[in-house]
């Protein structure tokens, strides 16, 4: 008979929850994730060096490196290729493509980081990373969780987008609303109580409701 048992699911991460640590040799040497507490990360991995969406993706992503950095947030690819292909394939997209990756890229031989991350799913490729993006903050915690298959290039814009709402509502204790960009309104948290509510609405006479309430971002 053949056997039509599931894979075997993988081990994510959770939202709120300590990010998995990790030790591993990188383009930039040999680096852990705690050397990263106070800064936020975003950790990504990449099916694999040379492929064509990657290639697009890690251009996109050099090209804001700055101005994330100047927001306190450091970037960390990874994918199971070896450092020698990463450190021939980013020389190749700075001849190609005249960018310069100025990030390190975790060279995941033996998948420890990958599997720890749930980054390898069966159903997408049994021997690639998949398109998985990890916000962790200065903490060490696990804020958001972006996946995307390998035929799918990532928006580099909305990666942009979720670190900048995450800051502003650590900020502000507030919600950030659907598309939100900075700039837009912000949703105050609802009010728990009788008397909060009444109190909301007083201070908020243009509140749509004593549940819904946006101010000035």
């Given at each position: 008979m053949t056997d039509v048992s599931p894979?075997?699911?993988a081990t994510l991460p959770r939202l709120g929850e300590p990010a998995p640590g990790f030790e591993a040799d990188t383009t930039q040497g040999r680096l852990a994730l705690e050397d990263f507490r106070g800064s936020w990360v975003v950790l990504f991995s990449h099916p694999a060096d040379f492929t064509p969406v990657c290639t697009t993706e890690f251009v996109a992503l050099a090209e804001v490196a700055p101005s994330l950095r100047e927001k306190g947030v450091e970037l960390l690819?990874?994918?199971?290729?070896?450092?020698?292909?990463?450190?021939?394939?980013?020389?190749?997209?700075?001849?190609?493509?005249?960018?310069?990756?100025?990030?390190p890229v975790i060279a995941d031989h033996d998948r420890a980081v990958a599997t720890s991350y749930g980054m390898v799913m069966p159903g997408d490729s049994t021997t690639e990373t998949s398109r998985c993006v990890f916000f962790i903050d200065p903490n060490g915690i696990v804020r958001?969780?972006?996946?995307?298959?390998?035929?799918?290039?990532?928006?580099?814009?909305?990666?942009?987008?979720?670190?900048?709402?995450?800051?502003?509502?650590?900020?502000?204790?507030?919600?950030?609303?659907a598309n939100w960009r900075p700039g837009d309104k912000v949703i105050l948290p609802a009010p728990r109580t009788v008397e909060d509510a009444n109190a909301r609405l007083a201070q908020h006479p243009d509140a749509r409701h004593w549940w819904f309430c946006e101010t000035d971002g």
């Open positions: 894979s075997p699911v690819g990874l994918s199971i290729d070896s450092i020698y292909a990463h450190l021939a394939w980013m020389e190749t997209i700075e001849t190609s493509f005249g960018v310069e990756i100025p990030f958001a969780m972006i996946y995307y298959p390998l035929t799918t290039g990532r928006n580099v814009d909305e990666i942009v987008r979720v670190i900048e709402a995450l800051q502003t509502t650590d900020a502000r204790q507030v919600a950030t609303p």
